[in-house]
């Protein structure tokens, strides 16, 4: 088989593989990700199920691709916030990876449900996943690593009930930072997605009027809960 030919299918493979996911992404927004259906991805492309099976063996196949490309979309933009602002106080820095991901979430909201919403029945994500999900976090870390090694960390006291869970967050996530930090990320990257998930899903309607600054002012009060000065 010819260059040609190898490169002329690999083109049509990767537009094929856009179309389903394109397909699917119309399918979550009108349906949800529960009645995601590979046999009526299929039907409104055309083709033949059997088909589309030779690309996602399975729903659960196309779901993951669907979810990786979500977080990797995601975390895109929360890197190019930060890398925007390199050079700026640790606080600085947080906030505006804080606010790229609200930002993205409201211009995607779909695929903000998807990874943060409800869990699907019958699905589990696999580890392939994991990479991709933890960009942001990584992130963060980042940030405060850079803030302990700059002096402009104050690591929160622990109880004493939370220190064997600290120790062991620590371990697994930054064991060079100090653990009342690491469990206080821990805690301020749940709520982050919390204060995005609550202005998405509607939580805040009727109580929360000036979105934006409201939720600059909450994320940088996270900041500081994390020890960032």
């Known amino acids: 088989m010819s260059s040609t030919v190898r490169g002329a299918r690999a083109r049509a493979r990767i537009e094929v593989t856009a179309a389903i996911k394109e397909e ?19 039907r409104e492309l055309g083709m033949v199920s059997s088909a589309v099976y030779r690309y996602f063996p399975s729903r659960d196949d196309l779901l993951t691709a669907l979810i990786i490309d979500a977080y990797d979309s995601l975390g895109e933009a929360a890197e190019a916030a930060h890398a925007a602002v390199t050079d700026a106080p640790p606080v600085e820095r947080w906030v ?38 933890a960009r942001v976090g990584l992130l963060l870390i980042g940030i405060v690593r850079d803030a ?9 006291l622990l109880t004493d009930e939370l220190v064997p869970e600290a120790v062991r967050l620590a371990g697994d996530l930054a064991p060079d930072l100090p653990p009342g930090a690491v469990a206080a990320l821990v805690a301020a990257w749940a709520q982050l997605y919390g204060l995005v998930g609550f202005e998405l899903f509607g939580q805040f309607n009727r109580v929360v009027e000036e979105r934006e600054p409201f939720f600059r002012y909450a994320v940088t009060r996270l900041a500081r809960e994390v020890g960032l000065r």
Not at 24 to 40: D, M, P
Not at 98 to 115: D, M, S
């Open 148 to 156: 302990h090694r700059g002096h402009a960390l104050e690591a929160p």
């Open 24 to 42: 699917a992404g119309r399918q979550l927004a009108s349906e949800g990700a529960a009645k995601l259906s590979l046999r009526a991805v299929a």
């Open 96 to 133: 505006a990876v804080g606010e790229a991901v609200r930002g993205w979430a409201l211009a995607h909201p779909q695929e903000y449900a998807l990874i943060y919403g409800s869990p699907v029945p019958g699905y589990s994500a696999p580890q392939t996943t994991v990479p991709a999900a």
